[in-house]
């Protein structure tokens, strides 16, 4: 009886470690919140935990960027162009937190609204 309740124990504790290892994908949550509420996913592209997509709802466009870890430069830039490259105006940030460079660089776009006409919006609802 008393192996029988190891043997339980280990295996609802192995069980619970594998739980509690899958991630919860945000990114997921995040695109079918936004399908949900009418957006169309035109295109998308995802380089390592980054995901940047364009959404479009009648005439209204806008990036999407998801970011499971730190911001980084390297994202806004993306971002950036591919706002640029599909006249969009505005970018929804969605992360955890950003370095001091892409930091910096929010906020010299921000800065220069009236050139390019972008607006930034950082969520922070999921992380």
């Known amino acids: 009886m008393f192996w029988v309740k190891i043997l339980v124990f280990i295996i ?28 169309k996913c035109c295109a998308g592209v995802k380089s390592g935990k980054t995901w940047i997509g364009l959404y ?14 730190s911001l980084n430069f390297a994202d806004v830039k993306k971002a950036v162009v591919m706002a640029l490259l599909s006249n969009t105006r505005l970018i929804k940030l969605y992360c955890s937190e ?11 776009l921000s800065k220069t609204k009236k ?6 919006v950082q969520e922070e609802r999921f992380l």
Do not use: D, M, Y
């Open 56 to 69: 479009r709802k009648s005439f209204q466009k806008k990036i999407v960027l998801i970011c499971e870890n």
């Open 115 to 120: 050139l390019h006409r972008i607006k930034f």
């Open 12 to 39: 609802i504790s192995i069980l619970l470690v594998k739980i509690a290892k899958k991630p919860v994908s945000s990114e997921k949550n995040i695109r079918e919140s936004l399908i949900n509420s009418g957006w």
């Open 98 to 108: 950003i370095t001091p460079h892409a930091q910096k660089a929010l906020n010299k």
